[in-house]
């Protein structure tokens, strides 16, 4: 039996496979990182539809955000709190 493998999203944005699972993730569509238990991702996935499809992974928040992506407002209020006061956003 071979090893699992994931596939995550890197820095530039381009999915590669990794022996590690992610541990945070995002919809390529709106271009937000969360928790993998985001309340807010899995209702949406519970309602089915096209938002699985665009489900992505990440290793770590800093390729998230080397990714474009940017915090969850739901399960990362912290971090979204300083995004949004952030001047480079």
Same mark, same amino acid.
């Given at each position: 039996m071979s &090893?699992?493998?994931?596939?995550? @999203?890197?820095?530039?944005?381009? &999915?590669?496979?990794? #022996? +590690?699972?992610?541990?945070?993730?995002?919809?390529?569509g709106t271009k937000i990182y969360g928790q993998l238990d985001c309340p807010s991702a899995l209702r949406a996935i519970a309602r089915g539809g096209p938002y699985a499809r665009h489900r992505v992974f990440f290793a770590d928040e800093s390729t998230a955000v080397s990714a474009g992506y940017r915090p969850c +407002? @739901?399960?990362?209020?912290?971090?979204? #709190?300083?995004?949004k006061k952030s001047p480079r956003r």
């Amino acid at each position: 039996m071979s &090893p699992r493998s994931y596939r995550l @999203i890197g820095a530039d944005g381009a &999915p590669y496979t990794s #022996a +590690a699972k992610g541990s945070l993730g995002g919809h390529r569509g709106t271009k937000i990182y969360g928790q993998l238990d985001c309340p807010s991702a899995l209702r949406a996935i519970a309602r089915g539809g096209p938002y699985a499809r665009h489900r992505v992974f990440f290793a770590d928040e800093s390729t998230a955000v080397s990714a474009g992506y940017r915090p969850c +407002a @739901i399960c990362m209020r912290l971090r979204y #709190a300083e995004w949004k006061k952030s001047p480079r956003r």
